[in-house]
């Protein structure tokens, strides 16, 4: 069973955390989040456990699974990489296709594993139409749902 430890702890970073503590494929550590007011809320609400720092969350795992900004999704990356562990990273992998690039080349160089949690494809809504789609030239949708800013 791979440990693993959660970087983020926002709207999503918490279903990740439920998830993760379900699986019987990982052993969830802990999580990690740069508001510690919220995550002592998380720790005390769920009991999952909070490391005070990413460094020693990192320490204590083999995958870390980013969850956080965007914008700090290279950063995340490549100090988990060069510590030698596999990453899963909410999508998008990072702000630009610089970043991408150098986080596929560090997971190559230190022979870990790389994911990008493109999981739409997963949505019951999804698989519910996807047998009727057959070789769509063009696909419009319409939100029936608030838009929601959190989201990419």
């Keep these: 069973m791979l440990k693993i430890g959660v970087l983020g702890a ?3 970073g918490k279903i990740h955390l439920r998830l993760l503590q379900q699986s019987q494929k990982y052993d969830l550590i ?3 989040d740069e508001n510690y007011e919220n995550g002592q809320k ?3 609400e769920y009991g999952y456990k909070q490391f005070d720092t990413i460094a020693k969350l990192i320490h204590a795992v ?3 699974d980013i969850v956080t900004p965007t914008l700090s999704h290279y950063k995340c990356a ?3 990489i060069k510590s030698g562990k596999h990453v899963f990273i909410e999508k998008p992998i990072s702000s630009t296709v610089q970043e ?3 986080i ?3 997971a190559k160089e230190f022979n870990v594993k790389g994911q990008v949690g493109h999981v ?3 949505n019951p809504a999804f698989k519910a139409v996807s047998n009727l789609i057959d070789n769509p030239m063009f696909i419009e949708t319409h939100r029936l749902a608030e838009f929601n800013p959190r989201g990419t």
């Design 10 to 12: 926002g709207h999503l």
């Design 30 to 32: 802990g999580f990690y």
């Design 42 to 44: 998380i720790a005390a």
């Design 62 to 64: 083999d995958v870390i």
């Design 78 to 80: 490549k100090v988990s």
């Design 100 to 102: 991408a690039e150098e």
């Design 104 to 106: 596929i080349a560090l």
């Design 120 to 122: 739409e494809r997963f």
